[in-house]
């Protein structure tokens, strides 16, 4: 598509994670939905054979097409998604051009909204429209995101924010098969159950957490390969829980714990999808509380590491779950040990909970969401 002389305007959205919390990077299940908030791009080609990114409030920088090999001192930068996603597409016989893209965003960097994953997904969507007509599938744009996560940026994320956020409106996501994973769309409409769903900022840093993020994977991914298997689907459940004792003189406790909980979160996933559409939302809730519990006693991603007097995720859990009073639900939002909650709050409560949660953390710390079907997407 020729569009030096037109300027294009792309957009993808940020997600939410619904229940299946760390059980993505083990090939589990997970309920994500997209959301209203949103990165979006003005593009336009050049002729420079690089692509320039101008985001608003972050210096432009640049990426050359002619050196797409992986650079190590851009991981942990947004170059490192541009030459990843860049990489994924000529690895697949596109032919790019440069281009300039000026970005905005709603989906705040460190909300737990996944604005990294939108970000590749953006990239992805425009790359896939202007220079490889349409030929990638929502689902391989995500895998492509992840690729260039994984070994790009150096974050061993799993699929499920690239999936969520390019497929859009809410799914069931199942990667036992990762290269061909189950999709499918949950027809629920939030608007009509008597509930908002609100992300809370507990205004705990994501800096310098990659290696507890890390652990969670590798702890995991360990004990699997005690049985031979490389991730935990692929374990037998009651085998694992036959060989306890070894696994605990083997592995640690920790290790033990979270693989418990993600055999339990893995199936809570497939039973909250069943609630949803069977139209029980009070079923919903209960697990939803349940994962919470079981993201914070037995995954225990909620505190970092040492950390005594800053215990903001689990300061902010506490309180929100005391403020709805035995309604609604709470629990961790995303990687977890800093970031976000996510709550369902009883529309007639959202008030009273929004102005106790901001007292405590923050003016603007509760974001009132809702779902949005589309995923990424050209716009004009």
Same mark, same amino acid.
């Given at each position: 598509? &020729?569009?030096?002389?037109?300027?294009? =305007?792309?957009?993808?959205?940020?997600?939410?994670?619904?229940?299946? &919390?760390?059980?993505?990077?083990?090939? !589990?299940?997970?309920?994500?939905?997209?959301?209203?908030?949103?990165?979006?791009?003005? %593009?336009?080609? @050049?002729?420079?054979?690089?692509?320039?990114?101008?985001?608003?409030?972050?210096?432009?920088?640049?990426?050359?097409?002619?050196?797409?090999?992986?650079?190590? @001192?851009?991981?942990?930068?947004s170059a490192a998604l541009v030459r990843g996603m860049a990489k994924a597409f000529t690895q697949r016989g596109a032919v790019l051009q440069g281009f300039d893209a000026r970005?905005?965003?709603?989906?705040?960097?460190?909300?737990?909204?996944?604005?990294?994953?939108?970000?590749?997904?953006?990239?992805?969507?425009?790359? @896939?429209?202007?220079?490889?007509?349409?030929?990638?599938?929502?689902?391989?744009?995500?895998?492509? !995101?992840?690729?260039?996560?994984?070994?790009? *940026?150096?974050?061993?994320?799993?699929?499920?924010?690239?999936?969520?956020?390019? %497929?859009?409106?809410? %799914?069931?996501?199942?990667?036992?098969?990762?290269?061909?994973?189950?999709?499918?769309?949950?027809?629920?409409?939030?608007?009509?159950?008597?509930? /908002? $769903? /609100?992300?809370?900022?507990?205004?705990?840093?994501?800096?310098?957490?990659?290696?507890?993020? +890390?652990?969670?994977?590798?702890?995991?991914?360990?004990?699997?390969?005690?049985?031979?298997?490389?991730? =935990?689907?692929?374990?037998?459940?009651?085998? *694992?829980?036959?060989?306890?004792?070894?696994?605990?003189?083997?592995?640690?406790?920790? +290790?033990?714990?979270?693989?418990?909980?993600?055999?339990?979160?893995?199936?809570?996933?497939?039973?909250?999808? $069943?609630?949803?559409?069977? &139209?029980?939302?009070?079923?919903?809730?209960?697990?939803? &509380?349940?994962?919470?519990?079981?993201?914070?006693?037995?995954?225990? @991603?909620?505190?970092?590491?040492?950390?005594?007097?800053?215990?903001?995720?689990? =300061?902010?859990?506490?309180?929100?779950?005391?403020?709805?009073?035995?309604? !609604?639900?709470?629990?961790?939002? #995303?990687?977890? *040990?800093? #970031?976000?909650?996510?709550?369902?709050?009883?529309?007639?409560?959202?008030?009273?909970?929004?102005?106790?949660?901001? +007292? =405590?953390? #923050?003016? #603007? /710390? /509760?974001?009132?969401?809702?779902?949005?079907?589309? !995923?990424?997407?050209?716009?004009?």
């Amino acid at each position: 598509m &020729n569009v030096k002389e037109n300027t294009l =305007l792309f957009s993808a959205p940020g997600r939410t994670e619904l229940s299946g &919390n760390h059980t993505d990077h083990q090939r !589990g299940c997970v309920l994500a939905a997209a959301v209203d908030l949103e990165i979006t791009a003005q %593009v336009s080609c @050049n002729d420079s054979n690089e692509i320039r990114i101008y985001s608003q409030g972050y210096a432009p920088f640049s990426v050359s097409l002619s050196s797409l090999d992986m650079q190590e @001192n851009e991981r942990n930068t947004s170059a490192a998604l541009v030459r990843g996603m860049a990489k994924a597409f000529t690895q697949r016989g596109a032919v790019l051009q440069g281009f300039d893209a000026r970005v905005q965003s709603s989906v705040l960097p460190g909300s737990g909204l996944s604005s990294s994953a939108a970000f590749e997904v953006l990239l992805g969507t425009i790359m @896939n429209e202007l220079f490889f007509d349409s030929r990638c599938t929502p689902v391989e744009i995500a895998q492509m !995101g992840q690729w260039a996560e994984n070994h790009y *940026f150096g974050k061993p994320c799993g699929l499920m924010d690239q999936m969520a956020s390019s %497929v859009g409106g809410m %799914v069931f996501l199942d990667f036992y098969h990762p290269d061909q994973p189950y999709v499918e769309s949950i027809p629920f409409d939030f608007a009509s159950s008597g509930y /908002c $769903l /609100c992300i809370i900022d507990s205004g705990a840093d994501h800096a310098d957490l990659t290696d507890e993020y +890390a652990a969670i994977p590798r702890e995991m991914s360990a004990v699997a390969g005690y049985f031979g298997k490389s991730v =935990l689907r692929e374990v037998e459940e009651e085998l *694992f829980y036959r060989h306890l004792p070894q696994l605990r003189k083997e592995y640690g406790d920790r +290790a033990v714990l979270r693989c418990i909980h993600f055999f339990d979160e893995n199936r809570r996933v497939r039973l909250q999808a $069943l609630a949803l559409k069977k &139209n029980d939302f009070h079923a919903f809730l209960h697990l939803t &509380n349940e994962s919470g519990q079981s993201s914070w006693q037995l995954l225990q @991603n909620i505190t970092p590491c040492g950390a005594a007097a800053h215990q903001e995720l689990a =300061l902010a859990l506490t309180v929100a779950r005391k403020q709805l009073a035995g309604r !609604g639900a709470v629990r961790v939002h #995303g990687g977890g *040990f800093a #970031g976000t909650i996510q709550a369902f709050v009883p529309q007639d409560q959202l008030e009273d909970f929004r102005s106790t949660m901001e +007292a =405590l953390l #923050g003016q #603007g /710390c /509760c974001h009132v969401l809702s779902i949005r079907p589309q !995923g990424g997407m050209q716009i004009s």
